[in-house]
């Protein structure tokens, strides 16, 4: 009687059990049940277009073309006549091997790529004998397209997922395609859309018999949504064009927005070379090219002294802490004397020698004397230069340098403004204005980069505030409303003290540096600029040819453009990067390139600066530095 009573217990026992492990898996666990890993079931994808890209204007600027896949899934492949399947793919067996032993690592019950991209021809060929290679099939693919040859920087390109991805994210599989520099990755989550799936019964020859659970499991693919960027695709084509033979960057912002109007690198590169079967040689090609370095996004990336553009927000600074006025004067001879020694003198090029110089004049004339007098005046107001210093940073930074400025790409670059506690550390608390004599004219440890500048540019423009620089202007035709890029950022000048600034700026055009590039009927306001370039070379400062700075906005009321340009290795900034930048406004605000700059555009277009950067490639000879 015990025994029978045990036995029923136990049988009862284990039946709960089932009937228990049964609920979990049927009921708990059915909802999030994923047929993926029944091994009985083939999973298929199907991929949504990504989403197409235009300029502000509406201009097609990325597309998509169909590619075709060859998809493995390793647990499923027979032995298989494999001189003919290679020969079908015209691959050799050793790439034949080193797929398939990838694939098997990475997931054997998983669908992989095993050789991306085929040709139309060869697909059409392989897709009547695929039957014959069980484990293999054909997964259509959507790839990208790029229409115009331009902003290769800006739009990015898409790559393969690899398998360390595939394993943080579980949207992916690996071998899929995703955003992988520009806006192609920041902006991925948009224009890639959303993945069908189909679940497919196999039967126990692993033969498709239909669909599994009667489609119960299977989702619908949704295309990604079109992008329209800030960005004049006309006005980018033209400044590339003007850039060609030279190394820099360009950027233009829209003042009254914050939208990039055109974002140029050079060199660059076509963004078609990034696509199909072609991108792993070009690739290669284009990141180990070390000297040229077309994949570095100069605009966005390089850091280099601001020069005499700098002097403007000295005067900003000067204004705002009231150590100098509208008529405060100074007399420049030569240059300045900031030290007890021979040597501790800052040339300057102004030409107006022993007479009173004030702020017009000075920025017009991009006197050095003037701005070290007055940078020396901002650091010691109160005795104290490294609170002093302290100060000007924050009066720096508040125009968005020093740092990221938030903007809606994935490349970037602090730059570097110094405060009090960058020279306490470097010359142990003994240290002065004259010290760092070189941050008045934009030299010394000052680095910016050019979309920082154009930004700077365009708060001058605005007489006091900035919009954060932005590449995205709408979303499936929907303006965004986002408030990063919608709300203005105040910096701490008093908008009365841009007044003074901006006509000297406008000087600069009329009878200035910059009076050989100005346009008819076009009011620029600007600041050229001439920023001396160093390196070290076995321990020794080696000073190599100056870069070519300009920055300017137009018209000098209600602004439409304001830019930053640098042209590497260039010279004064008056005889390369003016001429481009009068180029550039006159092409936006007016359309067309008048007869009588006709030649100017010409002589832009036609300058190189190879030989420059061929001889730059050797060793270069010592030359005696000083300080513009």
């Not at 229409?147 to 991805?165: F, H, M, Q, R, T």
């Not at 394993?167 to 989550?189: F, P």
């Not at 993945?195 to 019964?201: A, F, I, T």
Request: proline share 4%; aromatic share 12%.
């Amino acid at each position: 009687m015990q025994r029978s009573f045990l036995l029923y217990f136990l049988i009862t026992i284990v039946g709960c059990v089932f009937i228990g492990r049964l609920f979990q898996l049927q009921i708990i666990r059915g909802a999030n049940y994923n047929p993926i890993n029944n091994s009985a079931v083939k999973t298929t994808y199907d991929y949504p277009e990504r989403g197409y890209v235009y300029d502000r204007n509406g201009k097609l600027l990325i597309a998509n073309q169909l590619s075709y896949d060859v998809m493995i899934q390793p647990n499923q492949v027979k032995p298989l006549d494999t001189i003919e399947f290679c020969n079908l793919l015209k691959i050799n067996k050793e790439s034949f091997l080193k797929r398939f032993h990838k694939a098997e690592r990475w997931a054997p019950y998983l669908p992989s790529v095993f050789l991306k991209q085929l040709a139309k021809e060869d697909f059409a060929f392989l897709q009547e004998k695929l039957h014959k290679y069980d484990g293999f099939f054909i997964q259509k693919r959507i790839i990208r397209k790029y229409p115009i040859n331009a902003a290769a920087n800006v739009l990015g390109y898409i790559g393969e997922v690899n398998e360390s991805l595939a394993k943080k994210n579980n949207y992916y599989q690996a071998g899929e395609l995703i955003g992988k520099d520009g806006i192609e990755r920041e902006y991925e989550k948009y224009l890639r859309g959303k993945k069908g799936k189909k679940y497919l019964q196999r039967n126990n020859l692993n033969k498709v018999t239909g669909s599994f659970s009667n489609g119960k499991y299977d989702t619908l693919s949704k295309n990604g949504k079109d992008l329209t960027l800030t960005l004049d695709i006309d006005l980018q084509l033209f400044a590339q064009k003007l850039m060609s033979g030279k190394r820099g960057g360009i950027v233009a912002i829209e003042p009254s927005s914050g939208e990039i109007l055109a974002l140029v690198t050079a060199p660059s590169y076509d963004p078609n070379m990034l696509v199909g079967r072609k991108r792993s040689k070009n690739s290669t090609i284009l990141f180990n090219d070390t000297i040229s370095r077309p994949s570095y996004d100069r605009g966005l990336l390089a850091a280099y002294a601001p020069g005499s553009p700098f002097k403007m927000m000295n005067a900003l600074i000067g204004l705002q802490e009231n150590v100098i006025n509208e008529q405060t004067s100074f007399k420049c001879y030569y240059g300045f004397k900031y030290g007890k020694r021979a040597n501790d003198f800052m040339g300057c090029h102004c030409n107006v020698v022993g007479k009173p110089i004030k702020l017009k004049t000075a920025i017009a004339k991009s006197c050095n004397t003037y701005f070290s007098n007055t940078y020396k005046r901002i650091v010691e107001k109160d005795n104290n230069s490294s609170k002093g210093l302290d100060n000007w940073h924050k009066h720096v930074s508040s125009f968005g340098l020093g740092d990221y400025l938030g903007y809606d790409l994935p490349a970037g670059s602090k730059g570097l403004i110094p405060n009090g506690k960058y020279y306490d550390n470097r010359y142990k608390y003994s240290w002065n204005g004259s010290t760092t004599i070189s941050n008045a004219i934009g030299q010394g440890e000052i680095l910016t980069t050019p979309i920082q500048l154009a930004n700077f540019t365009a708060a001058i423009a605005n007489r006091g505030y900035f919009y954060t620089p932005h590449i995205l202007k709408k979303v499936d035709k929907k303006t965004i409303d986002n408030e990063k890029f919608t709300i203005a950022k105040k910096t701490t000048i008093d908008k009365k003290h841009f007044d003074p600034v901006i006509e000297a700026m406008h000087e600069v055009f009329k009878t200035g540096t910059g009076k050989w590039s100005q346009v008819k009927g076009i009011e620029i306001c600007g600041k050229t600029g001439t920023a001396e370039n160093f390196t070290r070379i076995e321990g020794q400062k080696i000073q190599l040819p100056d870069h070519s700075i300009l920055v300017a906005f137009a018209p000098k009321e209600n602004p439409k453009i304001a830019l930053a340009i640098f042209v590497e290795n260039g010279g004064y900034g008056s005889t390369i990067a003016a001429p481009i930048t009068s180029l550039i406004i006159e092409k936006y605000l007016t359309g067309q390139i008048s007869k009588t700059n006709k030649y100017r555009e010409q002589n832009m277009l036609n300058l190189s600066l190879q030989d420059i950067y061929e001889k730059l490639k050797l060793k270069p000879k010592k030359i005696a530095s000083g300080t513009k």
